[in-house]
């Protein structure tokens, strides 16, 4: 089983539309969460934090539910310029004490107008 | 400011050829990190550096080798490269190493490698 597993997609979209996604992981250690976002051949950017009491940054609603080991990403009032593939990143810890960043393969995401 | 940045954008080089990878950093992070992406693919991470040593190197070939010249530099010296070493390298940088505060993760744009 993967550490942090996402849905490809890709999730085509119209402008307006809400769009959700899932991920799940493995480790029930995990102490960090949090969503990037990487536009095609770019670099990933970090879109946001997920705290356990969720949180929202404008269109954007992260939740993070730690007994079921689920995060979702909630975007509202879709753009074109939404489009991009986002990346699940889990940070736990190994044997070793170290803090490791562990990313899902990403869910793509296709907004037309 | 959270910028990271990395030369050259594009590099292509043959098998026998030896090149240098940089990425810098002017926020004052205290570690530094170096990725490979290949399309369609997570980054995976290759190494670690806290407070200018290296903390972690996750089996990565000695054909990379990496150097940490100073808290804002980050080199990847690579060397007799194959083919399927072909990949986007991303640095990245947190004000704190893994674990130890503020370790939010920045990346740079990244260096596209293409080995022939």
């Known amino acids: 089983r993967k550490e942090v597993e996402q849905d490809p997609g890709p999730f085509n979209v119209p402008e307006g539309a809400t769009v959700a996604f899932n991920c799940t992981y493995s480790?029930?250690?995990?102490?960090?969460f949090f969503w990037y976002r990487q536009d095609c051949r770019k670099e990933p950017k970090l879109l946001m934090s997920?705290?356990?009491s969720g949180n929202e940054d404008g269109r954007f609603t992260a939740q993070l539910n730690r007994a079921s080991q689920y995060i979702s990403l909630l975007i509202r009032d879709s753009k074109l310029s939404d489009s991009a593939t986002y990346l699940c990143?889990?940070?736990?810890?190994?044997?070793?004490?170290?803090?490791?960043?562990?990313f899902g393969t990403g869910t793509r995401l296709l907004v037309s107008p | 400011d959270t910028e990271v940045t990395q030369t050259p954008k594009h590099l292509v080089m043959g098998m026998t050829n030896k090149k240098s990878l940089k990425c810098e950093q002017h926020?004052?992070?205290?570690?530094m990190y170096w990725y490979k992406q290949k399309a369609k693919k997570p980054p995976e991470l290759m190494f670690v550096?806290?407070?200018?040593?290296?903390?972690i190197n996750e089996s990565v070939p000695s054909r990379f080798s990496p150097e940490c010249p100073n808290s804002s530099l980050l080199n990847l010296h690579l060397h007799a490269l194959q083919p399927e070493d072909s990949a986007l390298y991303l640095c990245?940088?947190?004000?704190?190493?893994?674990?130890?505060?503020?370790?939010?993760?920045?990346f740079g744009p990244g260096t596209r490698l293409t080995v022939l």
């Open positions: 990245a940088s947190s004000q704190d190493p893994p674990g130890r505060g503020t370790d939010t993760q920045y």
């Open positions: 480790n029930s250690a995990s102490q960090s």
């Open positions: 997920v705290y356990s």
């Open positions: 990143v889990v940070k736990g810890e190994e044997n070793t004490g170290f803090q490791k960043l562990v």
């Open positions: 926020m004052g992070h205290r570690a």
């Open positions: 550096y806290s407070y200018e040593k290296l903390s």
